[in-house]
């Protein structure tokens, strides 16, 4: 790999991309510079994906060669993982996990002793010292070696924890739950079942290779069919790391991100717990939550694309509440990243105060029409530099004017450049959308 880190860690197809030599030798980085002021541990968890336990057993080993101790949490959550590094004396953390992709891929993404993701200008001195200073690193030998110990008990702390967050039975709600086959797998069911809620599970029997695989958040296709043939009150998606929460009302409809934060910074404003009644949120959130704050008398704090800028945001400016579309929601109560389950917990909480059905709730925000095209690409760069991809978008720009927007971005996590269009009407919007797509390939395509 050229350059290591992206928007949310290193990423890569395993095996060929992220290799185990490549684990081995970030591990020793890590463990030189995050450990270098203190003798300590580092704590690793991973999804379930095939290819986790190979590269953990990788970072693992380049962590021990450095003199730093290693502690395997095993299959975790992403901010499950964040909790335990920040729980302990930790003096950094590492989940392996590529979040919502497939399989093939994997990822390795670092925490402080706090449980914050590294800030950019860590990332790139670790990238410096890994291409420049490798073999400079210390090799310590006898009683200078790290151990390396695996203790996947720690997650039954993370679940109290997470329970430790509501104040009710979930009694008498009825809810499917679909954990994408991945990390939330067993902990997610655990935890609403120990909440009150009557729990019908799917997608929670990871063999390794079936983690996103059409269903979880990505896929809110299956958990509406789910709800609609159980009866359901709702459904919850988690994704492959279980940071993410995408929601579906009893009818099934698919209540994402945007909705969902809406719904909790109005039980927070009505709570008079919503610090300078101010939501964070990303370009890529819906123009209907920009109307439905302004109807409410919120603030917005708007960031580029990225969990790591939106919490960001919120530390600059001390606010409380978070997220994106894509149903990452950090709630900074309680934790430093997005947490599906907690999110889960925290919207199930709502209903069962409020009395009112997720429909009901949902109904907070109207979703103008949205398309989102990802284009495989080549190449990332150079896409903005481009007459002809510039010409496009200008001219849909020109012909939605002020009744909606365009916007094209390159994927921080894989090879796509993503065009999403806004506007009142979607047939328009697809061909639109279409138009831009096929420029796009013809010039930055396979």
Known sequence: MGKLFGTDGIRGEANRELTPELAFNIGRVAAWYLGREQRGEIIIGRDPRLSGAMLEAALAAGIASVGLDVRLAGVVTTPGQAWLTRNS????????SASHNSMEDNGLKFVNTWGFKLEDSQEADMEQLYHNKLDSIPRPTGAGVGRIIRDEAMIEGYAKFLLSTIGRSFSGLKVVLDC????????????????????????ASPDGININRNCGSTYPEAIANAVRSQKADLGLALDGDADRLIAVDAQGNVVDGDQIMLIVARHLQEQGQLKSNTLVVTVMSNLGLTLAARKLGLNLVTTKVGDRYVLEAMLQGDYTLGGEQSGHIILRKYSTTGDGILSALQLMEIISTTGRS????????????????????????????NPAIAASIQQAEDILAENGRVLVRPSGTEALIRVMLEGPEQTQLEELAGQIAQVIREQQGE
């Open 89 to 96: 004396d930790a003096v950094a953390g590492c989940m392996i």
């Open 180 to 203: 994408a086959n991945g990390a939330g797998s067993f902990l997610a069911p655990q935890v609403l079942k120990s909440a009150g809620a009557q729990v019908q599970v799917i997608h």
């Open 358 to 385: 997720l429909e009901e709730l949902a109904g907070i925000m109207e979703k103008l029409p949205q398309v989102l095209y990802n284009v495989k690409v080549v190449d990332k760069t150079g896409w903005d530099k």
